[in-house]
């Protein structure tokens, strides 16, 4: 009963404690306080991350590719949709042949 006092009391003291430094460092606050915020953990936490943070793509960048994978997979379903009865056709006939073919060798 003890530990598991122990062990809820220190996640809720965790829990606190990060909202706390989260408040007292500006996260929450305005806009300007929050850039503040992360501009200190950047330079002082994450140097290291800050290679990397500069290789991450835009967000221009982000959504223009996804319209463009978008788009070609639309154009892809309706030529897909377009060419079926061609298509189907065309298997319908190879299976055709492929029977007669079978038939003729037995």
Not at 56 to 68: C, E, G, H, M
Not at 81 to 87: G, L, Q, R, T
Request: charge should be positive; avoid cysteine; proline fraction near 3%.
């Amino acid at each position: 009963m003890a530990a598991t006092v122990v062990k809820v009391a220190t996640k809720v003291a965790v829990g606190v404690g990060a909202v706390y430094v989260t408040v007292d460092q500006g996260v929450w606050g305005t806009n300007s306080q929050a850039v503040k915020a992360v501009d200190k953990v950047r330079s002082s936490v994450l140097p290291a991350a800050n290679d990397y943070v500069k290789s991450i793509p835009s967000l221009n960048d982000i959504n223009n590719s996804v319209l463009r994978t978008w788009n070609s997979g639309v154009k892809m379903t309706f030529s897909m949709v377009s060419n079926a009865p061609s298509k189907a056709g065309e298997y319908s006939k190879k299976a055709y042949d492929s029977s007669l073919s079978l038939i003729k060798e037995n």
